[in-house]
């Protein structure tokens, strides 16, 4: 568990006098319940919660104003909270505070579909979203798994599954409505599809996990759903094997929607917890999108280029049901790797690696991960070079954390030694802020020049990203 | 023309202590020469150029750490230069100081073919990496016409004819280094593919037009050159057919690798600039890259969706030498469209709108040239919604002038009403300052924040993006 850092330069102001003055505005959709609060501080990382000294429920961007100039005025943090599917901590109130909850600002404001692009209230998870939009022929293809909020996703730089085909949050953004820690509201950029206007502030909110403003309102881009889909699993003898699959499938430019490893390991929970009978053997789940001549072609090479890799024969599922069931798997894979020990609690962790470094870089973690106690599934999502460990850890053994945590810092040593990034889609969170430093180190402090300049009195999400 | 602006809240340094430090180290890589100052104020577009006080070369990333350095501490403004080829008056000294000149830095460092990227120094052209990349089997994408530096590109955020298929600099920077206004280096990101590691810093340099820092290594996404390209072009009744041509091919998701609009004034241009003869009609160009068979599928769909709007047959073009030639046509047609008036000069302009907008945009624009007194034909890259005006005015006629600028307003307020950014791609340098606090209002406010804390006296490109 990280421990938590103590801010030197700033004093929070007390809650107490702004809690009274929320009320007023806010009344039942203000609350101060303790199971309320505790919900709102705890996301689904291992480390600590913390929960706000009140929550609000927000139905509108006035409302998320009148909360934000309210805290700034008394110097009281804010934290924005959406479904709490966060891994890194973003939702502990480190220094207590207001919580904004966004989660009833969940209207789809516009849909242009001659243009390929929607406008979200912050609130709207992406299954919802997706919901709103099959009868039109369109999907948004972000997928973190979690069925998270739109403005969630934006502000921890999301991806998942399709990131390999159709990009993260970084790409998926048009624009954004945000509301700053002083209360003023701006739109970060027009609905056309590219511009030279100033600085992209789109891309300095994506990403900035609530702590430089608040997230109310988002354009996306939108894709047609593809004419044909298909989806296949198939089985390596070995993890290099099913890598180098991956790898060379990525060289040679084959257009993967999605291209996912998961390791033996995870397999055998997968198989126990979802009700499959997959091969236990480290295996690739792959999903093709386009025309029917397209997939076909593109399902071939992949096809191909396994076998060269010692890859079994594919099991195809063309069936949008089938698919569904097989993606659904994939999903679990987490709850899955956790079953895998009862009992245990999973400290889940991301990085990512140049794909030409990803070989190396799992290996040697399995190899690290077999010269320990403690069990750690694989699964990723290698087209991109990301990767998942999963270790399941027994949070009354002192023992087990710190071998635990030893064993993660060696992991993100050695993907920041090959070139990487200690978080490939989780974000900094306070529990990688160490990591943050050691990957970027002067740029740090470019950050925290930005992050003085829109919220010098640092109450928008304290505590995250960088110590102020 | 567009007048200066004064700038109040700062003072600057007197260059000449400057530049009697900076002799000392760069010795003949400094000059004060007026020709080489001169030019190197001046860059493509028709705002008033201004020289700068003294030229350095710059050969590494120290040498420009130097310079930053002692213009930093003697307050001194610092323009970067890479080629000269910006269009909204990015490279005028408005204030005097010093240019650096980065086109010595035009080594590629390296390139990572399994990865799929590359390591330039700030000063490599675009023409000269695909020189170095076409063995590998590997090309770099953004193709804004003029053989640009990379550094320069980054910094404008440039994009072209391939960005509706490969995007822009936006998407094609994976990480930067970059010397800030104090002397310090750093770099932005890791080569990882994908990353959620804190605030965005490449995305905030790309496009920030040397106002927060020199951006002296670029790190660049490359493609496998396609093992099919094809080319041909198309001729409309009129300008409302092309464009519905365009919008139903990009809805329809359809992957162009590029579809250009160039209307009837500028084909009759081109046709005697570059000795063609294509019909003197509303004409696409367009190309497809991929395999055989979907080069032949793609280029099957757009052919028929032309056919709905009246296009006639494409004229095909597959060789390497006749594509190039085609173009290499499209890339002359600033110099064609000038040529169709002797002795003026063209005021090149770019706005870009929501596709859907594209027709009305274009169409409005139209009836406006053809009310006025001007010659002004239209070309563009049209799937983004992202076209260009050139006015061919008289210079030496106030009247012209007076009229042409009157134009240029009324079209971008068309574009901001139409949902759409006042430039798409040529970036805001001095000239389009103004049309950025209508599009983005308070979002500029925002920008300042941030030129002001990365950039306290505002010396880097001091009166470009925002006045401080």
Redesign the interface.
């Known amino acids: 568990m990280s421990e938590l850092k103590k801010l030197s330069k700033v004093d929070f102001g007390s809650p107490e006098k702004v809690i009274e003055i929320l009320k007023a505005y806010f009344g039942d959709r203000l609350t101060t319940s303790l199971a309320v609060r505790e919900r709102h501080g705890t996301d689904e990382s291992f480390h600590a919660p913390r929960s706000p000294d009140a929550v609000v429920f927000a139905c509108s961007t006035e409302d998320v104003q009148y909360a934000v100039k309210v805290c700034s005025k008394h110097q009281v943090p804010i934290i924005a909270y959406g479904t709490g599917t966060s891994l890194e901590g973003h939702v502990a109130a480190l220094y207590g505070g207001i919580c904004i909850d966004l989660s009833q600002m969940n209207e789809v404001v516009s849909v242009?579909s001659?243009?390929?692009?929607c406008t979200v209230q912050a609130g709207v998870t992406r299954k919802q979203l997706n919901e709103y939009l099959r009868d039109m022929g369109l999907f948004f293809p972000v997928d973190p798994g979690a069925d998270a909020s739109i403005g969630g996703m934006a502000s921890?730089?999301?991806?998942g599954t399709n990131?390999v085909r159709y990009?993260?949050m970084?790409?998926a953004v048009m624009s954004l409505k945000v509301v700053?820690a002083d209360g003023?509201?701006?739109?970060?950029?027009?609905?056309?599809?590219?511009?030279?206007?100033?600085?992209?502030?789109t891309?300095?909110f994506?990403?900035?996990e609530g702590t430089?403003g608040i997230i109310t309102e988002i354009t996306l881009r939108l894709?047609?759903i593809p004419e044909a889909i298909s989806a296949a699993i198939c089985s390596f003898p070995s993890i290099d094997d099913a890598v180098g699959s991956v790898?060379e499938t990525?060289?040679?430019?084959i257009p993967v929607a999605r291209i996912e490893l998961l390791d033996d390991a995870t397999m055998m929970g997968v198989n126990s917890f979802s009700k499959t009978d997959y091969p236990v053997s480290h295996t690739l789940f792959y999903e093709f999108h386009g025309?029917q001549?397209?997939v076909e072609?593109h399902s071939r090479q992949a096809q191909d280029i396994a076998a060269g890799f010692g890859g079994g024969d594919f099991k195809w599922e063309t069936k949008a049901e089938d698919r569904n069931r097989l993606w659904q798997a994939r999903h679990d894979a987490l709850y899955a790797m956790n079953a895998l020990r009862p009992g245990s609690k999973p400290m889940v962790t991301d990085v990512?690696?140049?794909?030409?470094q990803l070989a190396q870089c799992i290996s040697e973690t399995k190899a690290d991960i077999e010269c320990s106690s403690i069990m750690a599934p694989i699964a990723g999502h290698a087209g991109?070079?990301?990767f998942h460990v999963v270790y399941l850890v027994d949070t009354d053994s002192h023992g087990e954390l710190k071998e635990a945590g030893d064993m993660h810092d060696r992991l993100v040593a050695r993907a920041?030694a090959l070139?990487?990034?200690?978080?490939?889609?989780?974000?900094?969170g306070y529990g990688?802020i160490d990591?943050?430093n050691a990957?970027?180190?002067?740029?740090?402090?470019?950050?925290r020049?930005?992050k003085?300049?829109?919220d010098p009195n640092n109450i928008m999400n304290p505590g995250k990203?960088?110590n102020v």
Chains 1, 2 share one sequence.
Do not use: W
């Open positions: 242009n001659e243009d390929l692009d921890t730089r999301a991806s990131a990009g993260t970084r790409e700053l003023r509201i701006i739109r970060t950029a027009t609905r056309s599809r590219k511009s030279s206007a100033g600085y992209d502030l891309r300095l994506v990403g900035s430089l894709h047609g790898i990525i060289q040679l430019g025309s001549t397209s072609e990512c690696v140049p794909i030409s991109d070079g990301n920041l070139g990487g990034t200690c978080t490939g889609e989780h974000g900094i990688k990591f943050l990957e970027l180190g002067e740029g740090v402090s470019v950050m020049s930005i003085l300049a829109l990203i960088i």
